[in-house]
């Protein structure tokens, strides 16, 4: 039997299309009931039409030549007749003051980004799967998770979930999300796998990836298992012949996900996007049912829960026909959620969902795998209002940046630093160069239309300004903790280390802080030579350069910047690596105060931080522990974390030149 598309959830339409959700899916001869039941019954889940779908940045779902570009014929490229960046639903979007939008890491049971550790951690074992016929995946089992698996003779199992594990397995595709890749995915769901008295269930996690990106997944932590997409040719394109899993999207992965859920055994599977952050409980406007804590009223309440309370939400006894569904998904958080009463609905289903493994299977359904884009929109599925996920959404600075070519000139003038003070109408006169002052002068008044629209959007709190700022902000933090490893290293004289130590010449995973002081040093050492050698990666530094000027415009509009916790204690391991390397009493012999600060500078130049404001930071916060023996290093790491997240704040009393 043909393989037929499997749906996941598109978000919740805007209010133009609440009619849909708040009628009565009551009709003549069927059966009628409580508009707010805690389960759906399958009878009742017939709605006469489907939201319509948002236009996107890959166009109109509604256009039949888009859709059969991309759904029936499978182009990877944008259909010259979509928009390069469409902006038509955040313009439609609702915006709140509300700081919690955020502060994302203050969010309850928030998944976190993966962080890099020595994959030689992870005690794999290497399991073979057959998918198919002639087609079979690789598994890569941490010793952790072994326990999660069975064997026979009919070959490898998950074995059924027991007391203190999470309910259902959770499968998840990614690809370019890796601990070591630029955009790091969200694939550290533990904080959200916990049970009703806060305790950590133990849950198997899997995530598909393409074979070229197997190391870099097996060394982002908190370890999961890591399958390897198929190797051989499994589908000819229809445009593009005949094609590997590496060669497709996200469509092919999750197909083998599917096939790999099925010869496993599962029952039913967990399949959750790499981009979701968190969830929400929804008490829904006039709910009868307290399932949060909380009394219902006109509106709907949201509530923080983990995500093992979605799943305790589907294993109850009370949800006596899930086995019918073949897929159950929730909603995704939307402004229009909070007028919402109705408790289910059919709709295309994405980003968390259930999926019934079984029935699946007996029914032959799967997703394409030569379909790159709108994947996820061919077919529906019940869907839950009483949950609903937020995700990180990766904008990218092209959000904030896109169509403001009125910056560029200001930006390359400015050092690609933004000073508020230039487009507030001060006199620039003494502030910049005499030489330059028409030049200044004609590019703030190009810009200064778009530097007031998009002050507005930000102090507006308009989420996808915020997920952009953020991505920008993690990149700026990130080379900024990278700068103060290196010239902590650099004054404890480890650069590079000597003797060196078993570090292979492409091992560049500083990131991992567990490991002694002389290692993170000589792969900080191989990193830095690596960006000397490669052409690739001056594209870092653009984007870095890029992001910088976004934060800075971030903090002028008033913005809190968000505390990074991955950030922190990654900082916090080196410094406990550095202090155990210093109280061993080594030969190198420790610099000055003025020496450190310097070094400090050199090292955080790159971030553009200006030389006074660095010091006047590591003078005002780090001052008390610069004259211990081993402060003196700790503090030149740590104040690196203060610079960068304060890069934007401070800039505020450097001048340009």
């Known amino acids: 039997m043909g393989d037929r598309d499997i749906a996941p959830i598109v978000e919740n339409q805007m209010e133009k299309n609440m009619e849909h959700e708040m009628e009565e899916d009551e009709e003549p001869g069927r059966p009628k009931g409580n508009r707010c039941p805690l389960y759906p019954a399958l009878a009742r889940l017939r709605p006469p039409r489907l ?102 003779q009919r070959g490898l199992f998950t074995r059924s979930p027991t007391n203190g594990e999470a309910a259902f397995p959770v499968l998840t595709p990614s690809s370019g999300r890796s601990a070591l890749d630029e955009e790091v995915g969200l694939l550290d769901i533990s904080p959200g796998m916990v049970d009703e008295s806060g305790n950590a269930l133990k849950f198997l996690q899997i995530v598909a990836v393409k074979p070229s990106e197997v190391e870099k997944y097996r060394m982002s932590a908190p370890f999961f298992v890591v399958m390897e997409l198929p190797t051989v040719v499994t589908v000819t394109h229809p445009c593009y012949g005949k094609q590997r899993p590496e060669d497709l999207g996200v469509g092919c992965a999750r197909h083998w996900l599917v096939r790999l859920a099925s010869s496993l055994r599962m029952t039913y599977a967990f399949f959750l996007d790499d981009s979701v952050r968190s969830w929400r409980g929804v008490t829904l406007a006039e709910d009868q049912h307290n399932l949060f804590g909380v009394s219902s009223s006109s509106r709907a309440k949201f509530t923080p829960v983990p995500l093992a309370k979605v799943m305790s939400y589907l294993t109850a006894p009370e949800f006596e026909e899930i086995s019918a569904f073949t897929a159950f998904g929730f909603a995704r958080m939307a402004p229009e959620l909070i007028y919402c009463s109705k408790a289910f609905r059919r709709a295309q289903v994405y980003s968390g969902f259930l999926l019934n ?290 890069v934007a704040a401070l800039r505020r009393v450097s001048r340009p030149r």
């Open 51 to 152: 939201k319509q779908l948002w236009v996107g940045k890959y166009g109109d779902p509604q256009d039949a030549e888009l859709w059969d570009w991309y759904t029936v014929k499978g182009h990877r490229e944008v259909h010259e007749r979509a928009p390069s960046f469409s902006t038509a639903p955040l313009r439609e979007q609702k915006t709140s003051s509300n700081p919690e939008r955020w502060r994302h890491s203050s969010v309850p049971f928030a998944s976190q980004p993966s962080r890099i550790r020595d994959a030689r951690e992870r005690g794999d074992r290497i399991a073979t799967v057959l998918l198919a016929e002639g087609v079979s995946c690789r598994l890569f089992i941490p010793s952790a998770l072994q326990h999660l698996f069975g064997e026979d």
């Open 357 to 646: 493994v079984k029935k699946v299977e007996e029914e032959g359904l799967n997703y394409r795998q030569e379909v790159f884009v709108w994947e996820e929109r061919s077919n529906v599925a019940p869907l839950g209002s009483r949950f609903a996920n937020r995700s990180a959404i990766n904008f990218t600075n092209q959000h904030l940046v896109a169509n403001t070519t009125q910056y560029v000139d200001y930006a390359m003038l400015s050092g690609c630093r933004f000073q508020s003070f230039a487009f507030d109408g001060s006199d620039l006169t003494g502030r910049v160069a005499d030489s330059k002052l028409e030049d200044w002068k004609a590019a703030v008044q190009r810009g200064s239309v778009k530097v007031k629209e998009f002050t507005k959007r930000l102090q507006a709190q308009e989420e996808s300004l915020l997920q952009c700022v953020d991505v920008a902000y993690r990149l700026v933090l990130a080379e900024g903790v990278r700068s103060g490893i290196i010239a902590t290293c650099r004054e404890l004289s480890l650069w590079p280390p000597i003797p060196s130590p078993a570090v292979e010449a492409d091992d560049c995973c500083f990131q991992d802080t567990s490991a002694p002081l002389p290692v993170i040093a000589q792969r900080a050492f191989n990193d830095e030579q690596r960006r000397v050698s490669h052409e690739s990666f001056r594209q870092l530094y653009k984007k870095a350069t890029t992001a910088s000027f976004l934060v800075d415009f971030a903090a002028e509009a008033g913005l809190t910047l968000p505390d990074l916790q991955n950030s922190r204690t990654m900082l916090e391991e080196f410094m406990q690596r550095v202090e155990e390397w210093t109280e061993r009493g080594s030969r190198f012999h420790l610099c000055p105060l003025a020496k450190a600060r310097n070094a400090l500078v050199t090292g955080l130049g790159q971030g553009g931080m200006a030389a006074e404001t660095a010091r006047e930071l590591v003078a005002q916060r780090w001052s008390k522990n610069w004259e211990t023996r081993a402060g003196t290093a700790v503090n030149v790491a740590t104040a690196a974390l203060a610079i960068g997240a304060s």
